[in-house]
């Protein structure tokens, strides 16, 4: 299969498994290849080969979201970033904005929002750094 013509591949990166598991399924149901982990070593880790996009939880285990998407940046300059978060903070979307985040959702969210706006970020009618509850 071809570059132009393979799955979008998005990483999703979550410590609450049953939250990883419901963005896991469904996007992997909507036909994107997924690749999950539950802290930022296990994220950097799995993250080999093409990726388009991640979900990604401020507070991990190990590190911190925004840790994980410079981390990522790295291989990946070009890489659609969501950031989900329960504990939304006055500095989060300064933070957010300047690592490139594409969006914040607040938790709990509904995972079918979360998917239309996984689509739109990767047919490039996303905005940038956007806050959303």
């Known amino acids: 299969m071809t570059q ?3 799955p979008h ?5 979550d410590d609450e498994e049953l939250l990883r598991w419901s ?8 036909g994107f290849d997924v690749l999950e982990a539950g802290s930022v070593s296990e994220g950097v880790e799995v993250a080999i080969g093409p990726l388009d996009a991640a979900v990604v939880d401020y507070r991990l285990p190990d590190a911190t979201g925004i840790e994980l998407v410079a981390a990522l940046r790295r291989t ?3 890489l659609h970033v969501v950031m989900m978060t329960a504990y939304r903070t006055a500095g989060l979307a300064a933070l957010a904005e300047r690592a490139g985040i594409d969006l914040v959702l607040d938790k709990p969210f509904v995972v079918k929002g979360l998917l239309r706006r996984i689509r ?3 047919s490039g009618r996303s905005g940038t750094s956007e806050c959303a509850r």
């Not at 591949?9 to 990166?13: C, H, S």
């Open 4 to 6: 132009a013509h393979r």
């Open 9 to 13: 591949r998005i990483l999703v990166v």
């Open 23 to 30: 963005i896991c399924t469904c996007l992997e149901e909507a």
């Open 76 to 78: 990946y300059p070009d």
């Open 120 to 122: 739109e970020a990767l």
